[in-house]
């Protein structure tokens, strides 16, 4: 059996894809150091698997902790979740999201070079693209400087992958994600956000839950089709299921690196989101229309054409089906 390491692994994106790793016979450690998650999620994987996970309660920046997880286990490769990701606090604590970002990876790829393990799946973002100026974007589609030190740790981590591995022959895989949202369709396991959120889903399913009292759509007034802005949002069990294909993919790899973007290929407004959420859940949703966000783009949304060819991999949920597990998952982890 071959065994993965899984950096982040009790997270939003990283359950669902031990899940995932799980069903395709991986065997599976996971490192995280419980910043953003809990020793719960552990259990709750199995629930839906049926299989044992190894898990090791630590920071990846931790050099003994990373050397002894090496070194007691003989890994295929590395899925690496673990990461800072709120966007507004990056604006607030830059160093704080370098250094967990940045030196978290460079502690990791040193790792990786002491034991000889030469397979990577790295978290990457849509949010390197900014605000593109053709849609829908592809890999080519040229890296902005971003918005925020978060972004700007996602361009960087892909830089310093970029150069890594061509120096030490690693098989690389930079996986763009656009807007994972939605849960595990068991509603065990979905995501968990930290006080109020700033992400639309977790707000929208919190507000019908009557947690938040109402939803505030930033914005009508963009050049789109309701003038609200556009994204692809992309169920985080897809998602999860792209990170199987491309460490299935990396170990056959002629170049050093390669990137997809992971979305539909199809665009939503807001409101078009929260329509769906509606009629979804048979739920009215209390929201109005407020100013513009600072930092948001336009639109944007994924040209799929690459990951669909190469890694045989695309989208099997629609953004009726997101909203549906969303609100699954809000009821059960509320109920918890
Ligand atoms: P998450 O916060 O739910 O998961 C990250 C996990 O890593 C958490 O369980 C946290 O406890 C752990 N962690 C953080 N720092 C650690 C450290 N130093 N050592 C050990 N564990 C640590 O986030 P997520 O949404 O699952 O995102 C996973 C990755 O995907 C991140 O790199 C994020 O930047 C990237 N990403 C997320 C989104 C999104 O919208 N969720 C979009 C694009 C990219
Ligand atoms: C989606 C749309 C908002 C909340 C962020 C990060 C990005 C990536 C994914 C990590 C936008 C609108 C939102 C609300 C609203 N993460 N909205 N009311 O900003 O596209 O992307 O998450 O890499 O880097 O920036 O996602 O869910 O915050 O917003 O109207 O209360 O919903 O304006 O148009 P975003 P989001």
Redesign the pocket.
Same mark, same amino acid.
């Given at each position: 059996m071959k065994k993965i390491l899984v950096?982040?692994?009790?997270? !939003?994106?990283?359950?669902h894809t031990v899940v995932e790793l799980q069903s395709a016979g991986y065997d599976v450690v996971i490192? @995280?150091?419980?910043?953003?998650?809990s020793q719960e999620?552990k259990n709750r994987i199995s629930n839906i698997s049926g299989h044992p996970i190894e898990l090791v309660v630590? @920071?990846?920046?931790?050099e003994q902790i990373m050397n002894n997880l090496f070194k007691d286990h003989n890994f295929y490769g590395v899925i690496?979740?673990?990461?800072?990701?709120a966007v507004g606090e990056s604006v607030e604590y830059p160093v704080k999201y370098y250094h967990?970002?940045i030196t978290?990876l460079i502690g990791l790829l040193k790792a990786m070079d002491n034991h000889g393990v030469k397979n990577l799946i790295?978290?990457?973002?849509?949010?390197v693209y900014g605000e593109a100026e053709d849609l829908p974007v592809t890999e080519n589609t040229p890296i902005k400087s971003a918005e925020s030190p978060?972004g700007t740790?996602?361009i960087i981590g892909e830089q310093i992958i970029q150069d890594y591995a061509k120096h030490k022959n690693l098989k690389t895989v930079l996986l763009? !994600?656009?807007?994972?949202?939605a849960a595990h369709p068991s509603a065990e396991i979905g995501?968990?956000p930290n006080g109020i959120p700033s992400?639309l889903v977790p707000y929208i399913t919190q507000t019908a839950a009557g947690i938040r009292e109402q939803l505030v759509v930033y914005g009508d007034d963009y050049n789109t089709s309701d003038g609200t802005c556009v994204r692809d949002y992309i169920h985080v069990v897809d998602l999860a299921k792209a990170h199987v294909k491309a460490m299935a993919f990396a170990d056959s790899m002629t170049d050093q690196v390669e990137v997809f973007n992971v979305g539909t290929g199809h665009g939503s407004t807001v409101l078009e989101v929260v329509k769906a959420f509606e009629k979804q859940c048979n739920i009215k949703l209390n929201y109005k229309i407020g100013p513009r966000r600072d930092g948001d783009v336009e639109q944007i949304f994924a040209d799929t054409q690459k990951i669909n060819n190469i890694l045989n991999w695309q989208a099997e949920y629609d953004i009726n089906d997101m909203m549906y597990h969303a609100w699954m998952w809000q009821k059960n982890s509320s109920k918890k």
């Open positions: 950096t982040g692994g009790l997270g !939003y994106i990283g359950s490192i @995280d150091n419980l910043e953003n998650s999620v630590g @920071d990846i920046n931790d690496h979740f673990a990461a800072y990701k967990n970002n978290g790295f978290s990457s973002s849509c949010t978060y740790t996602k763009r !994600y656009f807007n994972p949202v995501e968990l992400n």
